[in-house]
């Protein structure tokens, strides 16, 4: 009897405490309900980066084509749109499709605000003469021309500003990636119109009766210019534009500056902290040899198999220069040969490579130089020999399918080369020059700009950064409240007594 009593304890006491658990776990998921309830929507959002138009090329992650992909918008519209329209919640319109697409598809276009520098950081140096106060030249009386020779492969900053001041005049028939607004606030990043590449070509060098060069001097300008502005104090500099397309451009502001966004030919020349390809853009050279115009040459009717003229002998990267001449000079079909501007060379450079099925691009004293871009202008198929090369667009167009890329290591062996080269055949050479007529457009230079062309091009570059560039800056404004109200409302944000 005693044993019956005690078991019958036994069970009770277990119901008690089942009972008792399951009331605790009660509350606990009724506190959490409570909780989450009371932190649900915020208080507070950006409505401008809701319905910002920036976030239509913002990748999604899908399979979504690219430029110069084979695969086009209308082949990933197949089955898959068909059951779009069975379930019509979940039917999807292509124009909102968020995809690496072309800046032109955009609805709105990228907005920059252009800071009024002086005349000499930018057109005074092309011998351009200033009226009264006028800060920029009159572009519907006459175009301030740019040097030419090798000065034109670096002259992106002349190009970038034409097409600026060209998006407030109207009837100048220009394409529309980019337009120039005058609020600050309203714009999506700062354009610093100084022809830094220029300024480098022509007053590098410091005269007798000066301690520095003009250049120098420039730059020094140029810093205490920009980062005295509200527009540089309201985001540390992270979403202003920079341009220093030559190597040896800024060499003194840009470790004062190096929070811009950077726009280089390539970044051989900085250290990874200073600029890198997440944070800068790499923008194409302006060819200078002169475009294949009508082309309709055939694998045949191209004699030479591989060329190259230039400077052999470089420093840093560029030992496998005088590598490769020693292997490939003796070859009955290769060109390979010292050359320059001078007597005629441009010229001379332009016959060579259009009579060439393929053109060698070898790393130099920098991963790039303009004769990938004199290549493409040619359709003479580059071969890159340069490991440590970025290029223009890469996130949106496959150089693969119109360039032969050849590590170093392997481009210096005995016959490595010339043995791939020779193995490449007329199908796949003729698909490869074919592309290359496709995509020279995206590589020219010209004013008024047109759709597709390289101004377009490193304006939608830009337009790609902006969410990142923002990220950051929100990001930044995360402690903005330990230093008062003052930053808070330099940045434009209101104070916390100011939110409702």
């Known amino acids: ?33 409570f909780v989450l309830r009371s932190t649900g929507r915020p208080n507070f959002i950006d409505g401008s980066l809701i319905n910002n138009p920036l976030y239509s090329i913002i990748d999604n992650g899908s399979d979504a084509p690219s430029i110069g992909s084979r695969a086009t918008l209308a082949d990933s519209r197949g089955e898959g749109q068909e059951e779009a329209e069975e379930t019509p919640q979940e039917k999807v ?12 598809n955009r609805k709105e276009p990228l907005k920059v605000f252009m800071y009024d520098l002086p005349p000499e950081f930018h057109f005074e140096l092309l011998d351009w003469k200033a009226q009264g106060d006028s800060v920029w030249p009159d572009l519907r009386t006459k175009i301030p021309g740019y040097p030419g020779g090798l000065n034109l492969q670096h002259s992106i900053e002349y190009w970038l500003t034409l097409d ?14 980019a337009i120039r607004v005058r609020n600050s606030s309203e714009a999506d990043v700062i354009f610093v119109p100084f022809f830094s590449s220029l300024s480098y070509n022509r007053y590098s060098k410091v005269n007798p009766h000066q301690k520095r060069s003009k250049n120098k001097l420039l730059q020094e300008k140029l810093v205490r210019y920009v980062t005295s502005q509200m527009e540089w104090k309201r985001s540390q500099g992270q979403d202003h534009i920079i341009l220093a397309h030559h190597p040896n451009s800024m060499l003194d502001a840009r470790m004062k500056l190096w929070p811009a966004l950077f726009i280089l030919a390539d970044f051989g020349r900085y250290p990874p902290n200073i600029a890198n390809v997440d944070k800068d853009l790499i923008a194409p050279y302006k060819h200078v040899i002169r475009s294949y115009a009508d082309d309709s040459s055939t694998f045949d009717s191209r004699p030479t198999l591989l060329y190259f003229q230039g400077a052999i002998y470089r420093k840093d990267g560029g030992f496998a220069r005088q590598e490769l001449f020693y292997l490939l000079k003796d070859e009955k079909d290769v060109h390979f040969q010292f050359g320059s501007v001078q007597k005629d060379g441009i010229n001379k450079a332009s016959q060579g490579m259009h009579a060439s099925k393929f053109c060698l691009n070898i790393a130099g004293d920098t991963p790039s130089s303009n004769r990938l871009f004199d290549a493409i202008a040619s359709h003479c198929v580059p071969v890159i020999i340069s490991d440590d090369i970025e290029l223009p667009y890469e996130d949106v167009l496959d150089y693969s399918q119109f360039c032969i890329f050849v590590r170093t290591s392997d481009a210096i062996k005995e016959k490595f080369l010339i043995n791939l080269i020779r193995g490449i055949g007329k199908d796949e050479w003729t698909q490869m020059w074919q592309k290359l007529k496709e995509v020279e457009r995206f590589f020219e230079f010209q004013y008024p700009s047109k759709e597709g062309d ?47």
């Open 454 to 500: 390289a101004v377009q091009m490193i304006w939608q570059a830009v337009a790609r950064k902006v969410p990142a560039i923002r990220m950051k800056i929100n990001k930044s404004m995360r402690f903005s409240r330990s230093f008062g109200h003052n930053i808070r409302e330099l940045r434009g944000i209101p104070t916390p007594g100011n939110f409702w």
């Open 164 to 177: 600026l001041l060209a998006s407030e005049i109207s009837g100048i028939p220009r394409a529309g990636s």
């Open 1 to 33: 009897m005693a044993e019956k009593h005690s078991s019958s304890l036994v069970v009770i006491s277990r119901k008690s405490l089942f009972g008792l658990f399951s009331f605790v776990l009660v509350l606990f998921i009724l506190s959490w309900f």
């Open 93 to 104: 319109d292509v124009k909102d499709v968020k995809c690496n697409t072309p800046l032109e």
